[in-house]
């Protein structure tokens, strides 16, 4: 094993899956050739519309469907291997326990089916609830827990074996603001005891909350995965907000800039700062402010035009680092650049 791979919980090469037409379905492509690399110890995103294949890649990591073709490892293991799943946690999408089991009894079950020994299991069950908030019910059964509480008491389950690597779906689906909260709390914990923590959710803002890294899956393809901040780099801008005392804002704000600006055919300002960051100057929004664009995240370019502005005697009233968000980034990504329109799903998912 490589030192690469070594540090690696998920080592993902040309996953795919197709399945094949019946009498009443169409054939279906549902992963084309998955790449994705997991570092142990991290919080990790895998996000995507309805049918881009998120649950699909999950069971087949868990062996709960068998793959058209897969490479690499998990947990320093090849993908498939039986042995690996006792070192794996794992929340279902839709996982259903007994009405007539208490949540202890869930949590002992489970830890049962995974080998845990009767001591263990037991002792886990306690600490477990606990953790996830579910001391007070532990007790009750089933049948009585509220979505929310169906959802603490699936992912004590999938850490009554102690796993390495914890794959949750959809973990925040049908909580409250509350529960979504202790969630991200639980994911951090998990973290700082240097497990790693695969999740999907359609809530972008729980992932760019928690998430160290991200994929975006569409179509059954990665479309992008790395850090937020490596994906928004090439992004970021700084925008700067100009205003002045009397009427003369646009000819002032002209004036100051001349030296990076350009205007073009149909009166736009655009420009280039001496390292080739782009400047883009907005005049014409009524009743609003002149707007300056600088396509940097580097604030010491910025500072000689924020100079020439003060120079000329206009007001700077605001100059604020832009960065896309999470959603920008998934938008971008299921967005046809040719027709705007957003891509239509791969395949549904588990079909």
């Given at each position: 094993?490589?030192?690469?791979?070594?540090?690696?919980?998920?080592?993902?090469?040309?996953?795919?899956?197709?399945?094949?037409?019946?009498?009443?379905?169409?054939?279906?492509?549902?992963?084309?050739?998955?790449?994705?690399?997991?570092?142990?110890?991290e919080v990790f995103g895998l996000l995507g519309p309805n049918g881009a294949g998120k649950s699909t890649l999950i069971k087949i990591l868990m062996t709960v469907i068998s793959p058209t073709r897969a490479q690499g490892t998990m947990l320093g293991r090849p993908i498939g291997e039986k042995t690996t799943l006792a070192r794996v946690g794992y929340l279902p999408e839709h996982h259903r326990f007994p009405d007539y089991l208490t949540g202890r009894q869930v949590v002992e079950f489970y830890g049962a089916?995974?080998?845990?020994?009767?001591?263990?299991?037991?002792?886990?069950?306690?600490?477990?609830?606990?953790?996830?908030?579910?001391?007070?019910?532990?007790?009750?059964?089933?049948?009585?827990?509220?979505?929310?509480?169906?959802?603490?008491?699936?992912?004590?389950?999938?850490?009554?074996?102690?796993?390495?690597?914890?794959?949750?779906?959809?973990?925040?689906?049908?909580?409250?603001?509350?529960?979504?909260?202790?969630?991200?709390?639980?994911?951090?914990?998990?973290?700082?005891?240097?497990?790693?923590?695969?999740?999907?959710?359609?809530?972008?803002?729980?992932?760019?909350?928690?998430?160290?890294?991200?994929?975006?899956?569409?179509?059954?393809?990665?479309?992008?995965?790395?850090?937020?901040?490596?994906?928004?780099?090439?992004?970021?801008?700084?925008?700067?907000?100009?205003?002045?005392?009397?009427?003369?804002?646009?000819?002032?704000?002209?004036?100051?800039?001349?030296?990076?600006?350009?205007?073009?055919?149909?009166?736009?300002?655009?420009?280039?700062?001496?390292?080739?960051?782009?400047?883009?100057?907005?005049?014409?929004?009524?009743?609003?402010?002149?707007?300056?664009?600088?396509?940097?995240?580097?604030?010491?370019?910025?500072?000689?035009?924020?100079?020439?502005?003060?120079?000329?005697?206009?007001?700077?009233?605001?100059?604020?680092?832009?960065?896309?968000?999470?959603?920008?980034?998934?938008?971008?990504?299921?967005?046809?650049?040719?027709?705007?329109?957003?891509?239509?799903?791969?395949?549904?998912?588990?079909?």
């Amino acid at each position: 094993m490589t030192t690469a791979t070594a540090d690696l919980a998920l080592d993902l090469k040309d996953v795919d899956k197709s399945y094949a037409a019946g009498w009443f379905k169409r054939g279906v492509h549902a992963l084309r050739g998955i790449d994705m690399h997991v570092g142990r110890g991290e919080v990790f995103g895998l996000l995507g519309p309805n049918g881009a294949g998120k649950s699909t890649l999950i069971k087949i990591l868990m062996t709960v469907i068998s793959p058209t073709r897969a490479q690499g490892t998990m947990l320093g293991r090849p993908i498939g291997e039986k042995t690996t799943l006792a070192r794996v946690g794992y929340l279902p999408e839709h996982h259903r326990f007994p009405d007539y089991l208490t949540g202890r009894q869930v949590v002992e079950f489970y830890g049962a089916m995974s080998g845990v020994s009767r001591r263990d299991r037991k002792q886990r069950a306690a600490q477990l609830l606990d953790f996830v908030g579910m001391a007070k019910w532990a007790d009750t059964k089933v049948r009585g827990y509220s979505k929310g509480m169906r959802q603490r008491v699936g992912i004590a389950q999938a850490l009554v074996n102690d796993p390495e690597l914890v794959l949750l779906d959809e973990p925040t689906d049908g909580v409250d603001p509350v529960g979504r909260r202790d969630i991200r709390q639980m994911c951090q914990t998990l973290k700082d005891r240097g497990k790693t923590v695969f999740l999907n959710s359609h809530l972008l803002s729980e992932l760019e909350m928690i998430c160290d890294r991200v994929a975006i899956l569409v179509q059954g393809r990665v479309a992008s995965q790395g850090t937020i901040d490596s994906l928004t780099t090439h992004r970021q801008r700084y925008e700067i907000e100009v205003a002045s005392d009397d009427s003369n804002v646009d000819t002032a704000l002209r004036g100051a800039l001349s030296s990076w600006l350009r205007p073009d055919a149909n009166g736009a300002l655009d420009g280039q700062l001496p390292t080739g960051e782009s400047i883009d100057v907005r005049l014409d929004q009524p009743h609003a402010p002149a707007m300056v664009k600088v396509a940097t995240a580097d604030a010491a370019k910025v500072q000689p035009l924020l100079d020439s502005i003060r120079a000329a005697r206009l007001t700077l009233r605001a100059v604020r680092p832009i960065r896309p968000s999470l959603e920008d980034l998934f938008m971008e990504a299921v967005t046809d650049p040719e027709t705007g329109k957003t891509l239509a799903p791969g395949a549904k998912e588990g079909a």
